[in-house]
């Protein structure tokens, strides 16, 4: 069986898009759900997030709208965003980071476009899932959330969502299909052209 750790933030449309296609992975995965802060890897990499520039930013959500009807998921976005994803972040691991959690906090906010700061709509969803306020603020929990954003640095996870597998990388929701090939014991993966990819030597850098 096949041990996969999938790190993603529920601020990411490509987070919930790639989610509701897990279910297509090798029935004999096991998937580890692992929650991080997005902004978290960023700052890490000393990197910018597609909403944060201008043109990336529209392209980004046109492009999520086109996968999305892709894919045939429903899709209707919150009504603005980013957003702090925290709250969602510590309710997620507070209440086990089980995979039906996981689907309905991802569908609460990119499927029902809702917000953990609409304080009516947040207070019903606590009560639908039996949660508290003061279970987010647990200090195990915001020491969970941190050990994830580690693991995943460790792992060299610079995105999300990202299936890390067998210490492989996969970012992305365009890495699906190439995440189902590796998992099929695709040869393309021991090739001289795949290896030649891991190995090309660094030329230039822009000045900084």
Request: glycine share 6%; proline share 8%; charged share 20%.
């Amino acid at each position: 069986m096949k041990q996969l750790d999938w790190y993603f933030d529920f601020i990411s449309p490509f987070s919930y898009l790639q989610s509701e296609l897990l279910h297509t992975l090798p029935a004999d995965v096991q998937i580890n759900f692992k929650p991080v802060l997005f902004a978290g890897l960023l700052q890490h990499w000393d990197n910018k997030g597609p909403a944060e520039i201008l043109p990336k930013r529209t392209w980004t959500y046109e492009h999520c709208a086109w996968l999305a009807h892709k894919h045939g998921i429903t899709m209707q976005p919150p009504a603005h965003h980013p957003f702090n994803p925290l709250p969602l972040l510590r309710l997620c691991i507070a209440l086990g980071i089980t995979p039906e959690v996981v689907h309905r906090l991802f569908r609460y906010v990119w499927r029902e476009g809702k917000l953990p700061t609409e304080e009516a709509n947040w207070q019903e969803l606590l009560r639908e899932l039996h949660a508290s306020p003061e279970m987010l603020n647990a200090p195990e929990v915001k020491q969970q959330l941190r050990s994830n954003g580690e693991q995943a640095v460790v792992a060299g996870v610079f995105g999300v969502p990202t299936a890390v597998v067998d210490n492989r990388c996969f970012w992305g929701l365009d890495s699906t299909d190439m995440l189902m090939a590796y998992l099929r014991g695709d040869p393309f993966f021991d090739s001289d052209a795949f290896k030649r990819a891991q190995t090309l030597p660094q030329g230039i850098q822009r000045n900084r």
